[in-house]
């Protein structure tokens, strides 16, 4: 699977939009990015994902680049709620190496 | 909708003594599933997966052991935990294209 990239942390501010970038220069044709999170002491949550148009579900937008080569995931309102680490991971769709590889993701911390 | 329960959601064990934790799924038929563990401060690290029934595949070698009795439970044993079997178990199903949901986990710690 592609490396990613992604700043260490990051703030934001209650109720504005949160714009998280992940940098994955040599994705393949084949390989989607994907977006979890991990709120503190809890199990990882599945956010979004795509392979190359923009997609946007009830947690979140994710706008790919047209070289596919970065993405970012935009939390619209950010609330307390979503400070998490974050992480954005590239992989084959189905693949027979089924192991999910989180880097060291993005820490935001929404302050009121 | 799917769920996934995992149980007990902390746990302090003594060295040398066996481990049970249990994960069951809810809404789905025929999931993939998924042992991870995450060390404080530390990354997902696989453990097992199970593409069905009896079908358990090990990632690293280790003092743990999976396996899946029925289609929608699967369970993570030891005879003899170590200290540094301690950690946050996850189990994680997978969905349709593989899309993986996590569990609540299980907080272990192993004195």
């Known amino acids: 699977d592609a490396k990613t990239t992604q700043p260490p942390s990051m703030?934001?501010?209650?109720?504005?939009a949160a714009n998280l970038p992940c940098n994955h220069s040599t994705i393949s044709g084949n390989e989607y990015v994907y977006?979890?999170?991990?709120?503190?002491?809890?199990?990882?949550?599945?956010?979004?994902?795509?392979?190359?148009?923009?997609?946007?579900?009830?947690?979140?937008?994710?706008?790919i680049t047209e070289d596919r080569k970065s993405s970012t995931l935009i939390l619209p309102h950010a609330t307390l709620r979503d400070t998490a680490v974050y992480y954005c991971i590239v992989r084959v769709k189905r693949s027979n190496d089924y192991k999910l590889s989180f880097g060291a993701g993005t820490t935001v911390t929404v302050r009121a | 909708?799917?769920?996934?329960?995992?149980?007990?959601?902390?746990?302090?064990?003594?060295?040398?003594?066996?481990?049970?934790?249990?994960?069951?799924?809810?809404?789905?038929?025929n999931p993939n599933l998924y042992w991870y563990r995450q060390a404080a401060g530390r990354g997902l690290q696989l453990l097992f997966y199970s593409v069905g029934i009896g079908q358990i595949s090990s990632e690293?070698?280790?003092?743990?052991?999976?396996?899946?009795?029925?289609?929608?439970?699967?369970?993570?044993?030891?005879?003899?935990?170590?200290?540094?079997?301690?950690?946050?178990?996850?189990?994680?199903?997978?969905?349709?294209?593989?899309t993986q949901y996590f569990g609540p986990g299980t907080r272990l710690l192993v004195l």
């Not at chain 1, 703030?11 to 504005?16: S, Y």
């Not at chain 2, 178990?89 to 593989?98: D, K, R, S, T, V």
């Open chain 2, 60 to 98: 690293v070698p280790q003092n743990l052991s999976a396996s899946r009795p029925q289609d929608r439970q699967f369970i993570l044993s030891s005879k003899k935990l170590l200290l540094s079997d301690s950690g946050f178990y996850l189990c994680a199903w997978g969905g349709i294209q593989e």
């Open chain 2, 1 to 29: 909708s799917q769920t996934i329960h995992q149980w007990p959601a902390t746990l302090v064990q003594p060295v040398g003594s066996p481990l049970s934790l249990e994960c069951t799924v809810e809404g789905t038929s």
């Open chain 1, 35 to 63: 977006w979890y999170r991990q709120i503190h002491s809890q199990g990882p949550q599945y956010i979004i994902h795509g392979l190359k148009n923009n997609e946007t579900n009830e947690m979140a937008s994710l706008i």
């Open chain 1, 11 to 16: 703030d934001c501010a209650e109720g504005r």
